[in-house]
């Protein structure tokens, strides 16, 4: 029996960190997307436009841009629990600022302070990869990436139902605690856990390792097409069907239910071949919005498959940037998050007037052509 249990609680040790990681990126998306659909609230609170309150997503963006290329390498030469815990720690501080600001400069410099959570994603994904069982890597990441989908399914209604009752401040408030909780559960279970380097990578080795600046390519525009489709989602949607900003939720909720659908239950072997297949689909996902709106049912299946193939195209990228990272995973995570939030300030400023122009289906379209632009670029890569 002893030694029975001696098998098993590795294992059931190894799947309870991989839950506190998933815990770490539900923090980045809850940060990330809560201010979207409280937006004209607490530009109301703040006495100012809504552009104004937007600017602190772009603000928030270009700072974590930044930072990652100097905090993320971190994780490679320090304890994962620490480096993760304090993060967490510092997010909780931007998050109370963010909910006393009396101005909407002060809401920006709060946001900005919340990039130190930025090594929560290269940390967590460069820590789930590295310690899963060999041939297993894409099934843990998924579990890892459902923090998304989570926040997405659960953290933006509830900040909707939360401002509604309680004020908007409430919402940084309590997401403030969860991220309390969060780093001390960090810091307890991963305190053993350690990066792959005792020495520092530098971003520009990083970048000239074989293969990695091909794949940063591709997040930047794959990910660029993302956030700034997802920015003019919502409204996209409204204007569609003359919906409410709680019927514009329920799509968000479809998205968010399609990203989190595979829960990591499926380990594909991930080569180039298969990541140029996944990011073709979601192409076509892009070109197909103009006859996607024609129907709700359409648009909210859709909206499922979307995610479902953002889910499969984000993995495929995040283990292929792993493997050619070798033991500078920490430093590669970095310059991947560095993409994604360079993509966060610079999608909706490019989508903007093709939206105000054109409308959805037009910024839908503009999306498919950079995915296409990614699948040229990793097909091509060595």
């Given amino acids: 029996m002893t030694d029975q249990n001696a098998e098993i609680n590795p294992n059931a040790i190894a799947q309870v960190k991989v839950l506190a990681l998933l815990g770490a990126v539900l923090l980045v998306g809850a940060n990330s997307f809560v201010l979207s659909p409280i937006l004209s609230e607490v530009a109301s609170g703040l006495s100012t436009q809504t552009y104004h309150v937007a600017w602190a997503i772009s603000a928030f963006g270009a700072a974590t841009a930044l930072s990652a290329l100097t905090l993320a390498g971190m994780i490679d030469r320090m304890s994962v629990g620490r480096v993760l815990g304090g993060a967490a720690l510092l997010l909780a501080v931007a998050q109370v600022s963010s909910g006393l600001s009396q ?47 989570l926040s997405l399914v659960v953290a933006v209604p509830a900040a909707a139902f939360i401002t509604e009752q309680f004020g908007w401040r409430m919402v940084y408030f309590l997401m403030a605690g969860l991220s309390v909780l969060v780093a001390g559960i960090l810091v307890m279970l991963l305190s ?176 498919a052509v950079l995915v296409m632009c990614g699948v040229i670029v990793s097909w091509r890569r060595a």
């Fill in 103 to 149: 101005h909407w400069v002060w809401l920006c410099l709060s946001q900005a302070l919340a990039d130190v959570r930025i090594t929560h994603l290269p940390g967590s994904y460069a820590t789930v990869t590295a310690t899963a069982p060999k041939g297993r890597e894409a099934a843990r990441l998924g579990v890892v990436l459902t923090g998304w989908a």
């Fill in 192 to 367: 053993d856990v350690r990066g792959g380097m005792s020495t520092r990578t530098s971003p520009l080795r990083a970048f000239r390792l074989p293969g990695v600046w091909q794949l940063l390519a591709v997040m930047l525009v794959y990910m660029t097409a993302f956030y700034g489709c997802f920015a003019f989602f919502g409204v996209g949607v409204r204007t569609a069907f003359d919906l409410s900003a709680q019927g514009s939720g329920m799509f968000v909720m479809a998205y968010g239910v399609g990203f989190g659908v595979m829960l990591g239950v499926i380990s594909p072997k991930i080569t180039r071949g298969y990541l140029c297949l996944v990011l073709i689909a979601i192409a076509t996902s892009y070109g197909t919005w103009g006859l996607t709106l024609q129907s709700q049912i359409s648009a909210m299946a859709g909206t499922a498959i979307w995610g479902m193939l953002n889910q499969l195209g984000l993995n495929a990228m995040v283990v292929s940037l792993n493997r050619q990272a070798s033991d500078a995973r920490g430093a590669v995570m970095g310059l991947n998050s560095a993409v994604t939030y360079s993509a966060v300030f610079a999608g909706p400023m490019i989508m903007g007037p093709i939206y105000a122009g054109f409308g959805f289906a037009a910024v839908a379209g503009f999306g």
